[in-house]
Structures are given as C-alpha cells and as structure tokens.
C-alpha cells in the first residue's frame, strides 16, 4: 500500500508543475504503470471478504476485508491467515481455531481449483460447527470466481469424498449461510427429467430444479426424482416408487446405473421400454455421459421384460418422447385427408366444366349475356369451385421433431 501512496504523490507534483499539454503525458505513464502486471492489485469492494460463525454455531455472516495480493496464491494465503483472525464483533468468532487447522494447500490454476489439508483433528468437530466451517471456507474461497471455482478438503491423509467414493468438488453456491436441523448443504441445478404423458405411451419432458444434499451426486439424485414421480399435472412416473436405487455412478462416459427388481416392474400396463428411456434420456443430457449400463442388484439382468434385453448399453433415444401441440394448431391426420378430398373434388368439378364448355363451342357457352366463360359464376351453379376460396384447407403446420430437453 505504501508504494501505491508513493506513486499517487509522485504524479500529483508532476501535474502540478508541468504544463497542460505536459499533464497529458503523465496521464499516460500513470496508465501504461497501472497496466504492468507485477503491480499489486488491492481489493476494496465491499462484496469482498471473510466469513465468521456465530456463538451459537448456526450462521455466517460475510465480514468487509481488504486483501492486497499480487497472485492466486497470495490471495489464498490472504483469506486462510484472515479466517484464523478473531472478529472485531465479540458476537462472532473466526472459522479457522482450535480442531480447525490448514496445514497446507494446492493450487490448481487450470481448474481452478484449491484443494485444503487440514490437520487430523478437524474429524473431531461436531456436525453442526463442521457443515458451517466448511462452508465458510469455501465461500470465502470461491467468491473470487475469476481465480477459484472450486474447493476440496483432505483430512490428514484422507480426501473427503462423495457417496461415490469421488473427491468432493465444492462450490460456494452449495451452501446455506444458516442450519436447522440438517446438517448438510443443499446442491440445486436446473434439469430436464422424461416421464410418461398423459396417455401413458411416450415420453414427456419436464424441467424442474432439482435439490440435493452434498453426499449424493447429481446422477443420482436425477434416478431417485424419477422414482419420486412428476410435478407437472397431467403427467405419469415412469418407474414404480418401490425402486430402490442402490447406486449410480459414472466412470469414461458411461453411467452405471443399480437398481433393485422393482426397477423391471411395468407401471400401470406401460411399455417398459418407457422405464428403460425415461433413465436414459435424463442421465445422456449430463455433460460427459453418452451411454447408460442398468445393474440389478450389482450384477447384469440376463433376463428379458416384454422380450427386451437390459444387458447391454443404452444410448438416449428422443423418438420416443413426446412433445404436445400447441394451443390453436390443428391436429395434422384428418384434416389432411379431408382437405386433399376437398382438393380433389375441386379440381374433378373444374375439369368438368372446361370439358363441357368446349362441347358447346363458341356462342353456345350456356351463360347469361355478358358472362364471362372463366368467371367463378360461369355454368358452375352452387357448384363447389364457387366455395373454393372459402373451402380451402388452411396450411398445415410442419411437425417439429425438436424436443424441449435437447
């Protein structure tokens, strides 16, 4: 800070005696220096700071800190030394104390993410102080996005991990800033989930937010809203809510998916290729998943439900999803037939009329004086060439085969 307040001296004496013109320079030394790269770079906005916790172990409250760091790293450093500081509000107390000690830290630039070694004490903290801290931490952490997106913990030796056995990758948005009664955070993120229409013989899509705790992962958390069945009215859950969902994982691009034999059960007299598709459509839309392997209680199904076979992969198929018309458009079947009827008809009665014109021949046209041969109202009577123009068809929308979760 010092040699910030040096500089800012400096060029207020050269503004103040160099000329006009000579000022203008200034300006511009002043901007190619605030442009070096090594400069120190201070943070005072107001959105920046620390997280504390209160007496009590149930809130966090963003305390306004000023950091002055010159790399990621330093900014790292900066915010765990400011965590270990006590408040200056004796109704708070900082997160990093006691069982709570980082050790050590890593820096991965290219995915930005800063995984924490804290000491083995750290497993002795109660639920309620541990949910907090941790999210205290990473909170501080990833508010500055633009350096870190993502925290891990490693406790001794020992990473803390999903239900899957997978290093647990955290975000600052995961996390409440207050607890009752659970002692987990809440992970949320906007999805698209198949289940089946209302006739019960295709698929449907349906976005919703979906809401999970931090131990399970998302693909899990899409098989067990399956099993919860739909929100929107109108709509039928595709898999009986007896499944038990043992497990879902994803390893090189393919979701395993084991379920118990509920799973193989047809719901409501529903094909169970509509089980089979609404699983997979819903877990091929996550990014990295292009194939679904389904396990009944650990192990393939041999096994054949309506002679379809589940031993092997499955890859998303939207032709069996449905997407409703909308309100006003005219259903494409019959009315296309009867229009191409109409049509017909039409242009049957036209032919007629300019064959029985030409029998006549000229001066024997069967019209009124002064009638046009070629007007609509020439030798046609109530004919249907008279009602054409009213008659005919209103174009038909094209059907599009695009699907609201793609």
């Given at each position: 800070m ?11 004496s ?7 013109t ?31 916790m ?20 330093e ?9 270990r ?20 830290y ?22 309620s102080?541990?949910i ?13 996005s ?34 009752s ?14 289940f ?26 899409l ?14 859950p ?32 529903q ?21 679904v ?10 096994g ?25 458009t ?75 979760g793609?």
């Open positions: 010092r040699k910030n307040k040096f500089f800012a001296v400096l060029i207020l050269l503004c103040l005696v160099i000329p006009l000579g000022c203008d320079l200034v300006k511009d030394i002043l901007w190619h220096w605030s442009r070096n790269k090594d400069v120190e770079i201070t943070t005072t906005e107001a959105s920046h700071g620390v997280y504390q209160n007496l009590n172990e149930t809130r966090l409250i963003k305390a306004a800190c000023e950091l002055s760091t010159d790399s990621a790293e900014l790292i450093s900066s915010c765990i030394e400011e965590m500081q006590a408040p200056s509000d004796n109704a708070y107390k900082c997160l990093i104390y006691g069982d709570v000690q980082v050790t050590n890593i820096y991965d630039s290219s995915s930005r993410l800063v995984t924490l070694y804290f000491d083995p004490a750290y497993n002795k903290l109660p639920p102080r541990e907090l801290t941790r999210a205290g931490i990473v909170k501080t952490l990833t508010q500055f633009d350096d870190i997106q993502f925290v891990s913990f490693v406790i001794g030796s020992e990473p803390m991990t999903a239900a899957d056995g997978t290093a647990l990758l955290m975000r600052g948005r995961d996390f409440v800033d207050s607890i009664g659970n002692m987990e955070y809440v992970r949320e993120d906007y999805v698209t989930m198949y089946v229409s209302g006739d019960g013989t295709r698929l449907q899509a349906e976005d919703v937010i979906v809401k999970y705790l931090s131990k399970i992962n998302l693909e899990t958390a098989v067990n809203s399956l099993v919860s069945g739909p929100i929107t009215k109108g709509l039928k595709s898999l009986s809510p007896d499944t038990v969902v043992n497990k879902v994982s994803i390893r090189e691009g393919i979701c395993y998916v084991d379920v118990d034999k509920t799973f193989l059960e047809r719901v409501d007299g094909s169970f290729e509509l089980n089979i598709y609404s699983v997979v459509n819903t877990l091929t839309q996550m990014t990295g998943v292009s194939r392997q389904f396990l009944i209680d650990g192990d393939i199904f041999t054949a439900v309506e002679g379809m076979h589940i031993d092997g992969m499955f890859e998303k198929n939207m032709s069996l999803v449905y997407r409703p018309e909308k309100e006003g005219v259903p494409p079947s019959k009315p296309a037939e009867n229009g191409d009827a109409l049509k017909k008809d039409i242009e049957q009665q036209v032919k007629e009329n300019q064959m029985s014109s030409e029998e006549t021949g000229p001066g024997e046209t069967g019209t009124e004086p002064g009638m046009d041969v070629n007007s609509d109202e020439a030798g046609m009577g109530e004919a249907p060439v008279e009602t054409a123009p009213e008659a005919e068809p209103e174009p038909i929308p094209e059907n599009n085969e695009e699907n609201t793609e």
